[in-house]
């Protein structure tokens, strides 16, 4: 509940802090708030051109697939890499002035939420242009966005707070994130690896398979995502979330000194 009480009592500093992270994004580019559409384009033309030849893939309209891999996985990526360094990148006004610290990581997952929705007008566009067309399904988009953001906050609150004591973090989480996307079905299909074995598993326990896979169900198949495997996301964002939390606010002591 103190969460709560301090973020409403600090409301005005939250939205000031996503408006700046929302502007500050792109500050000083020449096309702004477009690069919010050209990074992930460019990301699939690559993969679009190459992964096919290299991998065989027989995925029906894999450009399409791609995309929607794709945009929720720079969603991700984006707020790990601006979250870790979130509290470091405020040193000053930690050292001057009390707020609660907490603030900085969520003001980063609201604005790449604001930012996802905005990229989500590239999935809209390839779906209809592709002829895969629109369903009612995806009212459950926010739900899928919800999740996804629950297990990024909660990562960040830990990654945040740990890099102010271990610099080298950054570095460490950019490795792992790079390993996480070729265990991640972002490039391919998971029915791929239906034989089961350590792969097959490694691919189940890893809530960001359930994520992908829940925004190529709702664009792409236009079915209801597995609520068994949503259900087991949102336990497993909701214990992140709690322990990350919990960490945040036990290391947030020493911020000041240590920054």
């Known amino acids: 509940m103190r969460l709560f009480n301090d973020l409403y009592a600090y409301r005005e500093l939250l939205k000031t802090n996503v408006k700046k992270e929302i502007r500050g994004r792109y500050k000083g580019s020449f096309l702004g708030v477009l690069w919010s559409f050209i990074n992930p384009l460019l990301q699939v033309l690559v993969y679009a051109i190459v992964f096919p030849y ?103 609150f830990i990654l945040s707070a740990v890099n102010v004591y271990i610099k080298d973090t950054e570095y460490i989480v950019q490795f792992i994130l790079n390993m996480l996307f070729y265990g991640t079905p972002i490039l391919f299909d998971t029915s791929q690896f239906n034989g089961g074995g350590i792969i097959q598993l490694l691919f189940k326990i890893n809530p960001l398979t359930t994520i992908i896979n829940s925004y190529r169900d709702i664009f792409i198949y236009h079915r209801m995502p597995d609520t068994n495997m949503l259900l087991y996301v949102f336990v497993v964002s909701v214990v992140v979330l709690v322990l990350g939390y919990f960490i945040f606010k036990r290391l947030e002591c020493n911020f000041a000194e240590e920054v």
């Open 54 to 156: 290299i991998m065989r893939n027989t995925v029906d309209n894999y450009l399409i697939f791609l995309v929607v891999g794709i945009i929720p996985w720079t969603f991700f990526t984006t707020c790990i890499n601006q979250g870790i360094a979130s509290i470091r990148a405020n040193a000053g006004i930690i050292k001057k002035v009390y707020f609660p610290r907490e603030i900085l990581p969520i003001s980063v997952v609201l604005s790449g939420i604001v930012n996802f929705f905005i990229s989500c007008l590239i999935i809209l566009l390839f779906v209809v242009l592709g002829g895969v067309g629109i369903s009612w399904h995806l009212v459950l988009l926010p739900v899928i966005v919800f999740l996804q953001s629950m297990l990024t906050l909660g990562l960040d």
